[in-house]
């Protein structure tokens, strides 16, 4: 009996992260012209996997790994520990799942690179810039809507995906 | 030629006055509000402004600000990993402001809506219109309960109220 596709899709890893964000901005491209809102609501989700890879990478996640499940000796997963620090970071303005949180992934890819001991990355202004702006933009729930968007909105957030897309290997190396 | 200048000199007066800010205590509501937060290794500090006298500034132009003005007032401490300014409007779209104080005024209470705003007036944070109400938010629960004990000294009353919004990451 072939498995159905949610079986099949298995746990996530830092390696499905990097290929589906490829997919997913392939895909948001061909929507841009003439469907926006469902262009902007893929992009978004190229940023944030862009994002939580670039830190997993700096974490030393191996690509194969279930980011759910702990790395000995630790007790809590990669995902668990990543987002215990974004709560740390974002402090009070922390939502209560930040797994979403587009701002407090890349405040802590910037974290990790310090823990890392790589130097302080040379576009960090322009990066912040970029997701901040996709930010204001995108949330998840964008799913449950309808709107039709700015044109300016749409130009950010192809901005920000197309910056993170080209400078990803930038941010953990 | 002009423009450059503009901005320089804007970017001049604004790293001043964030300096007096920052050399304050930032638990007040005092604009603009000021948010230190340290990451889980302790190594760095994130922080975030949130300000609309810079509106017309990029992004990068205000974090150029923040580090500047932090320079000016803690030049032997480490510089902050993050300087990130936003605008009030900004915040609230990023959750930023979870705190927010609101009057409840009913016609028992004998006060009046333009009184309660004169007291909020003073109280410091962004300030929030939508229709007839006004509300103030705010980045922290302590800058809140500040402008909580402001609002209590200036209008003594039981109308003041202070909700903390934690909007689920799913709505739907």
Known sequence: MPLTL??????DTLAKLERAATRRF?????????????????????????????HYRLAGVSH???????????????????????????????QRSVGHDLLGWAQLVIESRTVAGLPKLMAQ?????????????WTESLRYHA??????????????????????SQLWS | MAAATKKSGMHDLLTRLLRDRLKGDLDQPALPLVVENRALSGRSIHLLVIWDAWRDLSNIERSSV??????????????PAVAMGVTGSEAISLGYLPFR??????KTDGLSLAKAEKAMQKAGGVQVRAGN????????????????????????????TLIEERPAAETA
């Open chain 1, 6 to 11: 949610t079986a099949r899709i298995g746990p």
């Open chain 1, 147 to 168: 709107n039709k968007p700015y044109n300016e909105e749409l130009e950010a957030v192809v901005k920000a995906a197309r910056w993170v897309t080209r400078n990803y």
């Open chain 2, 101 to 106: 104080i609101a009057p409840l005024i009913r």
């Open chain 2, 133 to 160: 109400a006004l509300d103030i938010r705010f980045a922290t629960h302590a800058q809140a309960t500040n402008a909580y004990r402001t609002l209590q000294s200036e209008l003594p009353s039981p109308v003041w």
């Open chain 1, 26 to 54: 392939a895909e948001a491209s061909r929507l841009i012209d003439d469907q926006p809102f469902g262009a902007i609501y893929l992009l978004g989700y190229t940023v944030e996997m862009r994002l939580k890879a670039a």
């Open chain 1, 125 to 137: 202004p322009e990066f912040l810039s970029h997701i901040k702006d996709a930010a204001l933009r």
């Open chain 1, 64 to 94: 194969a790994w279930n980011i759910s499940h702990p790395i000995p000796p630790n007790v809590d997963s990669p995902r668990m520990l990543a987002e215990r620090q974004i709560r740390s970071i974002r402090g009070a303005a922390a």
């Open chain 2, 66 to 79: 923040i580090m500047d003005a932090h320079a000016l007032v803690h030049d032997k401490e480490p510089v």
